[in-house]
Nanobody, 118 residues
Framework: EVQLAESGGGLVQPGGSLRLSCAAS????????MSWVRQAPGKGLEWISSISAGGGVLISYADFVRGRFTISRENSKNTLYLQMNSLKPEDTAMYYCIEGWKNTSPPRGQGTQVTVSS
């Protein structure tokens, strides 16, 4: 059974940073592209970033996070990361990881809440 468990969210002031983690199990993590998506209250699911399988040579970001967020993966730990810097109030959302490239299917995990507020 595919399981994805997000963690690392919290309350942070504008301009602050957070590092999200996604622990994956139940599938060959190394062989699968992975993505981060988010959902703000009252809004639809929004794709943030994707990283290719294996060494993660291919990476793509949504325009609204490019230069602020960095996606990475550690295959030996079956873990996906999202380093988020220069956070803005509009980044407030529930963040999810999902398998696949630019996948916006309904997430499997519970997500981790990120709140950016002073």
């Amino acid at each position: 059974e595919v399981q994805l468990a997000e963690s690392g969210g919290g309350l942070v002031q504008p301009g602050g940073s957070l590092r999200l983690s996604c622990a994956a199990s139940g599938f060959a993590f190394r062989s699968v592209s992975m993505s981060w998506v988010r959902q703000a209250p009252g809004k639809g699911l929004e794709w943030i970033s994707s990283i290719s399988a294996g060494g993660g040579v291919l990476i793509s970001y949504a325009d609204f996070v490019r230069g602020r967020f960095t996606i990475s993966r550690e295959n030996s730990k079956n873990t996906l990361y999202l380093q988020m810097n220069s956070l803005k109030p509009e980044d407030t959302a529930m963040y999810y990881c999902i398998e696949g490239w630019k996948n916006t299917s309904p997430p499997r995990g519970q997500g981790t809440q990120v709140t950016v507020s002073s």
